[in-house]
């Protein structure tokens, strides 16, 4: 996909003097990291390879959620959301149970019970990274951190300020969800994606990931798309994924852009909202409404007081190849670099990458080509390459051979399900031996098969193995993470990210 590749860039560094004065002087790290997800979290743990490192990871909350150290990905992103998935997939498995002569009885009311249960296992998950951190002798400091120059991180505390010095900053506060401040009552009225994790009762009527658990558990739910859905993503595919959510019970909004939001006297939540084709305007009304917009991480940083080089558009940080910023010894990556795939299997990567570069261990860069994903709708949809229209837009029409093919999951079939949705592309290059430049596939476990093909795009050999990136959270990830031998005798119980 084109927002997976992005160029090089050459900062001008300062003279070689004043940084032969600077690395003569005494640091209080080597390391500080600032962001306590998925992605700094691998930076800092990796970086203790003879080196002192300190991770700075308080966050600011959503006013509804509690948040422990992982970021996101544990608090309100990958965990939860494909735990809700599931939550939703067992729910259609109750269903099919039936036509396999399961007697089941009575619907089952779950909302407390399965929010509690999630909540619990993310809370372990915050309580294994801090060990993992106390492990590995990495200074683990709950204070919100930024800029003041190359080599220095002024941090907040209850106590006052803190003043931390390093050879090296890195920058991995990821996005954050953010409310359109253009529209009236937005803020006041609605919630966002953090919150819907963390709701004790449910939230009725909420908007793709998010709109497909809340159908799977039995919630009338409407999504309301301004353009296209899945924008970066395959469209012929995104088409077949809204369609089977749309016979799934999902409702799709097409076509309208929110206006306004008002709290009516019922509590009910009235939406006004205009038609972006013929420009007229409607009302409906809806017990929640949730506002799916990200935006980079950056605001407290000080980004500008260091004279950082950001994307105006978009507010995320130029990068090097090499992760590096226009800031000598300032580096960043994750969901706040221009260019990066905001995927947390690719966040630790080129977190882990970047340690070993700033150790001294390697010189090996992070490969953003060909880094699969999945996104999990009610009919998963798993793809790793181009889009066919990304790949005809490279090579053009006659220069590209799509081969198809609809098929029907065995698990489909007793239970009489429609799979007309589950479909297969590849998408490749026509001359020669037909390169595959694009694989998609929509259908159960599409994480856990789009996982093994993603190796093929590098290679079959142990070296390109741990060069691919995993899909996150699924089981298969953990094949391209192994590297513990039988020889050695160690314990190959993996821990952590």
Same mark, same amino acid.
Request: aromatic share 10%.
């Given at each position: 996909m084109a927002a997976l590749c992005r160029g090089r860039h050459r900062w001008k560094r300062t003279n070689c003097l004043y940084v032969l004065t600077r690395n003569l002087t005494k640091y209080d790290y080597d390391l500080v990291v600032i962001g306590g997800g998925s992605g700094g979290l691998s930076c800092s743990k990796e970086a203790q390879l003879g080196q002192k490192v300190a991770v700075l990871d308080y966050v600011e909350p959503s =006013? #509804?959620? #509690?948040?422990?150290?992982?970021g996101t990905c544990v608090n309100v992103g990958c965990i939860?959301?494909?735990l809700m998935h599931q939550a939703a997939l067992l729910g259609t498995a109750v269903k099919d149970a039936k036509k396999y002569g399961w007697q089941i009885s009575g619907p089952v009311s779950h909302d407390a019970t399965m929010a509690e249960a999630i909540q619990n296992h993310v809370?372990?998950?915050?309580?294994?990274?801090? =060990?993992?951190l106390q492990d590995r002798k990495v200074k683990y400091l709950n204070i919100k951190g930024s800029l003041l120059d190359e080599h220095t991180v002024k941090g907040l505390t209850k106590a006052g300020k803190e003043i931390l010095t390093? #050879?090296? /900053? =890195? /920058?991995a506060t990821g996005g954050r969800p953010k409310y359109p401040t253009n529209i009236p009552g937005a803020m006041e009225h609605g919630i966002t994606s953090d919150d819907i994790f963390w709701l004790k009762k449910s939230p009725g009527k909420v908007a793709l990931e998010c709109a497909g658990f809340l159908t799977g558990i039995g919630l009338d739910t409407t999504v309301m798309v301004r353009s296209i859905a899945l924008r970066g993503f395959d469209q012929q595919i995104a088409g077949l994924v809204t369609d089977y959510?749309?016979?799934?019970?999902? #409702?799709?909004?097409w076509k309208c852009a929110p206006k306004r939001v008002d709290k009516l006297s019922s509590g009910a939540l009235q939406v006004t909202w205009t038609d972006t084709q013929t420009g007229s305007e409607h009302k409906d009304t809806y017990d929640s409404v949730l506002w799916a917009v990200r935006a980079p991480e950056t605001k407290a940083l000080g980004l500008d007081k260091v004279g950082m080089q950001l994307n105006n558009e978009t507010g995320k940080i130029v990068l090097g190849a090499d992760e590096s910023t226009s800031v000598p010894n300032i580096y960043a990556f994750g969901d706040i670099g221009e260019g990066c795939p905001e995927l947390t299997p690719t966040a630790i990567k080129a977190g882990k990458l970047l340690a070993r570069r700033l150790a001294g261990q390697s010189t090996e860069l992070m490969n953003y080509d060909n880094v699969p994903t999945t996104v999990f709708t009610p009919l998963e949809y798993g793809c790793v390459g181009l889009s066919e229209e990304e790949a005809e837009k490279r090579h053009g029409k006659d220069g590209i051979e799509v081969y198809h093919a609809f098929y029907k999951p065995l698990e489909f079939t007793v239970a009489e399900r429609d799979a007309s949705q589950c479909y297969i592309k590849v998408v490749c290059e026509r001359a020669g031996d037909q390169r595959i430049l694009g694989l998609h596939f929509t259908g159960p476990n599409a994480g856990e =098969?789009?996982?093994g093909f993603a190796m093929g795009f590098c290679g079959a050999t142990y070296s390109h193995l741990l060069q691919t990136v995993g899909i996150h959270p699924t089981c298969a990830e953990e094949v391209v993470k192994i590297n513990i031998t039988k020889r050695s005798g160690l314990d190959a119980t993996v821990t952590g990210c």
């Open positions: =006013v #509804k959620t #509690k948040w422990g150290l992982g939860p959301k494909k809370r372990s998950l915050n309580w294994g990274h801090r =060990v993992q390093a #050879k090296n /900053i =890195v /920058i959510m749309e016979t799934y019970g999902t #409702k799709f909004a =098969v789009t996982q």
